[in-house]
Structures are given as C-alpha cells and as structure tokens.
C-alpha cells in the first residue's frame, strides 16, 4: 500500500512506464497505454529534473539518445529525451494552482474537507453545485478500502480542490457549467454558440477558457486521441457544407447520420501526401470554422463521475440508461437530492446515516477499473440510442479478452470476488464486460449475425467462474441461444440438446425454465423423440367474450380499442374495461379494478413495509436515495430476514384484524415514502376497496404470496394478473389475465395463474374476440 506522500506524490509527478520508463501523469495515464501498451510500476522511477518528457517512437528517433541507458536502448522501443518546449508536440498541459504544489497531501485533504463544510448562499449558487458539494463532503469521508480515506482519493484532490476554489461572478458561476458539461459526458462544445437553460446571462467563452486555465477542460489542439465523428458532430448544416468545401469532399446532401459516415469514409481514403494527417487537417478546418473547441478534462469526469457512483450506485447505474433513453445519470442523482431537499419526494434514508459500499474493490486500482468500464458502458448506451450496433457488436471481442485474463486470476480478483455477496457483483469489472458483451450479442442480432451472437453466449456458459456475475440473465442468453439454433441456423437436434439440459438448471429463474420446457416439447414432436417436463402447471379458468372493436389505427398506441353500448352513449374503452364489466355483470362479482400487479405488490409492501427496510443487513442500504434494498433481486433477501419475515406470516395467517393493524400502522408512519413495491396512488385510508380486498382475500393465499415476493422477487415481480374482483357480500375474490385478439400469455403469467389456482383463489383468463363495426351511429 503507498504512504499517503507517496500517493499524493504519485498522482502529480506520475508514474513510470515500464516499456518505455516515461514518467506519465495520471491524467493520461490510459492515452500512453494506448501508445506503448505498457503497465505502470509504482515502485521504481525518479523524475530527476526533466524539464518535459516525450515519447518518440524509434522511426522518429536514433537508439540510444542521452536520456536512456545501455540496458534500456536494447529493451525500450521508444526512446526518452530531454528536449525544450515546443520543439516537439507536449501534451496537454495541467494548470495547478499554485497553492497545491506547495501543500502536502494531509494539508490539501484537510483543507478540501474545511472547503466542503462552509456555508453556501442559497439564492446565489445553483442547486447542482450546492448538492454536489454535499456528495463530495460525505464520499471524501467515507473509506471504501481499508486504505485511508486521504490516501485513497489522492488522485482526485488535485480535481476536487481546483474546483472548489472555482469563482463565479456576473459572467456566470464555473462550478455551475463544469457540472453541467460533466452531466453531459465528454462531448465537444463551441463555447461562443453553448446555451444553457435559466442561464442565458453566463459568458460561455470566459468561463471556459477559465475552467481551461485550471486544467478542468482541454481543447481540440492538444487532444490526441480525438474521434472525429465526435467533433464532426459540433457542426451544424452551414458549417458542415464549409468544411466539405475547405476539404475538397463530395457535395453533403444533408445532416444524417449516415451522411456525416460517409464523409468520415471519404477523408480517411484520402492517400497521405509527405506524411500528413488527414484528421489534424480536418480538426484544422473545423477550428477555423466554428472557433475553439474543448471537452471535460478525462481525470475530472472520472472524479465526478466516480463521487456520484460512491454516493449512490444504483441510481449511477450505467443499465438504467438504456431503459430509459432520455435519462442522464448526473442530473437524475443531483434532481433526485433536490427533491428530497425541498421535501418534495421522501426515501426511508433520505434524513438518516447509512452506510457506504465496501468491500467491493481491494484498492484505487480495482475501483478506477470499474468506473474505467463503466464509462464504456455508458458509451455504448449513447450508441444503441444511435443504432449503431455494428460498433456496440464490437463490443464484444474487447470485453471476452478482459475477461479470458480476469478467468486466469493472475491477480487474485477472481478469488477475491468469491467472498463478495452477489448483489453487489453488479458493480465490479467482470459483471459490466458481461453486460456489455450482452449489449453486444442483441446488436449482433439485429445485424441478423447469429453464429457470432452463439459464440459468444457459448463463452459466458462454459465459462462456470462468471455465473455469479449475471445469475439473473443467463436463463435469457440460453434462452437466445436455443433460439437461435432452431429458428435461424436451423440446427433443432442441438437446439433440444440445449433445451433438455438446462431445463433441470435450478439456477435458471423458472420463467426462462418453462420457456425452454415449451420449446423441448415442439422440437420434441418435430424431431420425434420423448421428453419429459420437469414443469406440471394447472391450468387456470377459460372465459370467453366479444365485443365491438374500432380501428386499430386510432393513434392512441392501443393495439384494439372497443366499443360499449351503455344505453344513450357509447363509449370507447380498453379491452381490460370490457372483461371488468362482464365480470361484475356477468359474474357475480361486485367490484373490482385494473391495476396488475399494483395491488398485491402495495399490500405486500404496506404488511412488511419494516422488515424490507431493516437496516442491520451489510451493505443492503448504502445510498439515501435507495427505495430498495441492495439485494432484494437475490436469495440473500429472504435468508438475511427470514427469521422477521417468518414472524410477521405466522402473526398474519390466521388473523385478519392483525393484518388490517399492520397495514394500518404502516399507512400512519411511512405515508408517502418512496418504495419500489408501494404505489401510495393505489389506496388510502379512506378507500373502501383496500379493506373489501382485505376482507375477502385468502389469507393462507396472501401470506405464500408474500412469501414468493420475499423469496424469490426477481423471478416474480411482474407477470401477475390484470385484474382483481371481489363480492364482500359473498366474501370471495378472483383474479383475471385478459387477452385481446391474438394475445397469448406469457411464461410469467402462466406462472402466477397456476400459483393461485394452487392456492384456492378463483385464476380466469378471459380471452374478448373482436366484432367489428361497419358503422358507428
């Protein structure tokens, strides 16, 4: 482990190359891997009194120049030399202040803390900045290792000291627009045309020349390792037909995608006169056309980026971002601690201590690596919502070759995992380049190549080690595989080979089980061969319907929408509706709504809302802003509370009065307190349908069913029926899957309709034919 000096002094001086004993600074740290390929010694090096230290390769250099040694000339292939400045092309230059050079790592730490801990005038300083200040004050304190926090987060003092001895004044505040730049990754910006939003006064070319001095941005000049599809992307249409006209390229035709794809192609064919580069010929022409160009210095993005992880994992969960495509991780973190601040939104946590995660990384090193990846992910996210998934396809070869070193356990981190519980693995190494390998596989599906899309789900599943890393989606890969095998590569013997293995696979979650069970049984007949289900589902109740239906072209994004005479009026209502109505017409059912899963998943949370947010479990609860526990999605979540969760089913089971208690204690005390299992809109004290359910439900049946939930909430979260009715008169309640014309159920929902016909609760499907109508009158 490095002393505390010895860290402070690593991350300003640098670390020395083995390949070519250059001392790099941390910043570029992974550009210079780049280039030479080489690790970094912490142990040897000296920076003696080099003024500036390039690395020229051989062809540029004669062997053996002053700098290196005997030994070194034969082993090194690039040289070292002293030169002055501007002789050759520097690398970015970094602006410390003055005072960080003359403080020692103890002093600069304190004074970081002292900075953080002083007040902030509310009307002056952007919520965004007063916020962040707080992520930093409480994760520059907490110890995520064993190492000392001070000597922990000594690469990143240097950043968090220069921006907050920021200054905003009437040109605007620089704090305010570095975190703005930082929410929007590290594109390019034109500073004379940025705008932002409720700060159109700021003067954008000051502030970031500013944050340039300090060595918080870089710009397009000293950048090495530039994307140009990246800068071409700063351009507007004018712009982008000058550039064509000053690179001598084709006419554009527009601003598409695949226009600017192609200009990229068009300048990279060009053929080399006398050495020159065509990309430093075309930053040059873009330069002159729109101004200076910068984008985050890589040291402060990983700062924020890896202050906001530590503060609060899952909601900088790099995942996130591809369900939701509008989402931007920064800006969701620092809105979600707004609205706790203005008491808009509550979390269970939000006013008390929790503690942080460890014990997930054994050092700086361990933790950089994730965030290093996780930066990937968050790229190939910004390609998918481009389609670009012949680059997210490339994907995978990158992350299969880290992982194949990560398997050989030359360092220890497989064997250190192994005492990691697995809902943390989410946020290691291994568990993103498996994400990012899955990222990869769909997009190879889209390109319709299915043989690599195999090879590399045949990867993840001979390899036993990296299970743990994605229990809950290998069922989905083996499930891809099998239908790959049988429906493009036309290979059903290998396909059912596959089927009839991993079918006995109990750590398969048993949707993906009963999906590989039903496709066994076709291949089976097709191929004429016995089989045998592992799976016996009963069969729920068969209810079938017409009604009117209009066109399905009504722009409402509803596949059938239906008509209902009511006498005078018709009205247009869902396929839901209609089965609501013949059930309470038809049925003997007095009432009822749909709202699928919502109402058992809020009586779930409001009967054990105490016991899901116990906080005597390691690591369960490590962010405010948490409205789950860590590992509610593993079998760890009912082990670790069994005992409580026990206690309250047997306090239940017999005892309805007990169960309204509860319910009704838990209403008073937690109202309004963000949950993933609670709709607090479902029901309130006062709505009559909260205790007719109560009053007609099974009790034995609603206790299994929380006991499922606690079990077992991955596999059983959703797929529950559409609608729930009731007769309080008669005290009996049923559940109901409706399906509308071409409808078919889904594993899941197979799943918990043969669940509650087990459990004496009346399960129907109701399937509504359509008649159409020729004429509304």
């Known amino acids: 482990m490095l002393s505390l000096m010895d860290a402070f002094a690593t991350q300003k001086r640098g670390l020395p190359c083995k390949k070519c004993g250059a001392l790099v600074p941390v910043h570029y740290i992974q550009r210079h891997k780049g280039e030479c390929f080489s690790n970094f ?48 092309k520097r690398p970015p230059p970094v602006y410390y202040r003055a005072e960080i050079n003359n403080m020692s790592p103890e002093e600069t730490y304190r004074k970081c803390v002292d900075m953080l801990s002083l007040p902030v005038d509310l009307q002056k300083v952007h919520y965004s900045v007063r916020l962040f200040k707080h992520i930093c004050n409480t994760v520059l304190q907490h110890q995520l290792t064993d190492e000392p926090c001070c000597s922990f987060w000594a690469p990143f003092l240097s950043s968090l000291f220069t921006f907050l001895r920021l200054e905003g004044n009437e040109e605007g ?36 020349r500013r944050l340039y001095e ?37 006419k554009m035709k527009n601003k598409s995608e695949e226009e600017k ?52 994992p899952f909601t900088m969960d790099a995942h996130r971002l591809f369900d939701d495509e509008q989402l931007v991780l920064i800006r969701d973190l620092l809105y979600e601690l707004y609205k706790v601040e203005g008491e808009t939104e509550s979390f269970m946590y939000s006013h008390k201590q929790v503690n942080r995660i460890k014990g997930v990384y054994r050092d700086f090193n361990d933790f950089m690596m994730y965030i290093s990846l996780k930066m990937k992910e968050m790229d190939c996210a910004a390609l998918h919502r481009r389609k670009k998934h ?25 064997s250190f995992y192994k005492n990691v519980p697995g809902f943390l693995l989410k946020y290691t190494c291994p568990a993103i380049l498996i994400r990012i390998m899955m990222h990869g596989i769909e997009a190879a599906q889209k390109l319709k190549r299915y043989d690599y899309a195999c090879d590399a789900i045949a990867f993840l599943l001979l390899n036993s080690d990296l299970d743990r890393f994605y229990s809950n989606r290998k069922g989905f890969l083996i499930d891809r595989l099998v239908l790959n095998l049988q429906s493009h590569l036309k ?15 109990d750590r398969i979650l048993k949707r993906y089980t009963l999906q590989l069970q039903d496709r ?19 069969e729920p109740e068969i209810i079938e319907i017409s009604a009117t239906t209009l066109s399905k072209d009504l722009g409402n994004g509803r596949i059938n929408m239906f008509m209902n005479n009511t006498g005078d009026n018709m009205d247009y209502c869902s396929v839901e509706q209609i089965a609501l109505m013949d059930m309470v017409n038809n049925q003997g059912y007095e009432d009822g709504f749909h709202i699928e899963g919502g ?16 906080n005597g479990i390691y690591n369960a609860w490590v962010s405010e802003l948490q409205t789950r526990p860590m590992d509610q999605n593993s079998q760890l979540f009912y082990t670790n509370r069994k005992d409580l969760f026990e206690k309250r089913f047997n306090e239940i089971e017999n005892d309805r009065d007990r169960l309204c208690e509860i319910i009704k204690q838990n209403f008073e005390l937690y109202m309004g307190t963000r949950s993933a299992d609670i709709d607090w809109n479902t029901f309130n004290m006062d709505d009559n349908r909260l205790w007719d359910i109560l009053e007609c439900v099974d009790l034995q049946m609603l206790t299994n069913l929380f006991r499922r939930f606690a079990a077992d909430y991955r596999n059983s979260r959703s797929g529950l029926p559409d609608l729930t009715v009731w007769n309080k008169t008669e005290k009996r309640m049923a559940v109901v899957e409706v399906k509308g014309p071409g409808d078919k159920l889904s594993t899941k929902q197979r799943l918990w309709l043969d669940f509650f016909v087990r459990n004496s609760t009346r399960a129907v499907v109701c399937r509504v034919s359509s008649r159409s109508a020729r004429q509304i009158t």
């Open 41 to 88: 010694d912490r142990n040897n090096g000296d920076d003696s009194d080099i003024e500036v230290m390039d690395v020229v390769m051989n062809l540029a250099v004669k062997q053996g120049s002053q700098g290196a040694s005997k030994s070194q000339s034969q082993e090194v292939k690039a040289t070292l030399i002293k030169t002055s400045p501007g002789t050759l």
């Open 173 to 208: 505040d620089d704090k305010d627009v570095a975190l703005w730049l930082c929410q929007n990754g590290r594109r390019w910006h034109v500073p004379s045309r940025l705008s932002i939003r409720n700060r159109e006064h700021y003067k954008m070319d000051k502030i970031f």
């Open 214 to 250: 300090q060595g918080l941005l870089i710009s397009l000049e000293e950048e090495q390792d530039v994307d140009l599809r990246g800068v071409i992307d700063v351009l507007c249409a004018e712009e982008l037909k000058k550039f064509c006209q000053k690179m001598k390229l084709n």
């Open 261 to 312: 794809s192609r200009i990229i192609e068009e300048l990279r064919s060009r053929p080399r006169i006398d050495g020159s580069n065509v990309e430093e010929s075309a930053f040059k022409a873009i330069r002159s056309i729109v101004g200076p160009i910068y984008r985050l210095d890589l040291l402060f993005y990983q700062f924020v980026i890896s202050f906001c992880t530590v503060y609060s």
């Open 390 to 414: 012949e680059q997210i396809c490339n994907g995978i070869e990158m992350s299969a070759g880290e992982l194949k070193k990560f398997l050989k356990d030359e360092d220890g981190l497989l």
């Open 491 to 505: 290979n059903n013997e290998y396909s059912f080979k596959f089927c009839s293995f991993y079918v006995k696979d």
């Open 520 to 538: 066994a049984i076709r291949l089976a007949k097709t191929l004429k061969i016995e089989f045998r289900p592992v799976i016996e589902l009963l």
């Open 599 to 614: 109402v058992w998943h809020t009586l779930y949370g409001l009967a054990c809302f105490d016991i899901i947010f116990e």
